[in-house]
């Protein structure tokens, strides 16, 4: 088992950046790793994700080229560094952790969830 929890976000204006922090306890941080947000009224949706050693990373093409995933096995930490933020970026923000080898879009492939930090982007 696993506990992550989500810190660093905030209200910004749009065109602002903002650095969210997953910290992972309770186990060896041996996992693949994505960021999902869910925004009011919609369905969750997949952001970022990274394999286990932190070589490949895929991205919703909504973030592509302003979002970036990084993690720090070290510290058994992940990031999300968001830049040229939109209102539309506006949500709460999950990261998530799975035991499997795909590192995806897809929920399933995630075994363990954070509670979510809020990030508000202003216009």
């Known amino acids: 088992q696993v506990q992550l929890v989500e810190s660093g976000g905030g209200l910004v204006q749009a065109g602002g950046s903002l650095r969210l922090s997953c910290a992972a306890s309770?186990?060896?941080?041996?996992?693949?790793m994505g960021w999902f947000r869910q925004a009011p009224g919609k369905a969750r949706e997949f952001v970022a994700a990274?394999?286990?050693?932190?070589?490949?990373?895929y991205y919703s093409d909504s973030v592509k080229g302003r979002f970036t995933i990084s993690r720090d096995n070290a510290k058994s930490t992940l990031y999300l560094q968001m830049s040229s933020l939109k209102p539309e970026d506006t949500a709460v923000y999950y990261c998530?952790?799975?035991?499997?080898?795909?590192?995806?879009?897809?929920?399933?492939?995630?075994?363990?969830w954070g509670q979510g930090t809020q990030v508000t982007v202003s216009s």
């Open positions: 309770g186990r060896t941080f041996n996992y693949v």
């Open positions: 990274m394999n286990r050693i932190g070589g490949s990373t």
């Open positions: 998530a952790a799975g035991d499997g080898s795909m590192f995806n879009r897809e929920e399933p492939s995630y075994n363990y």
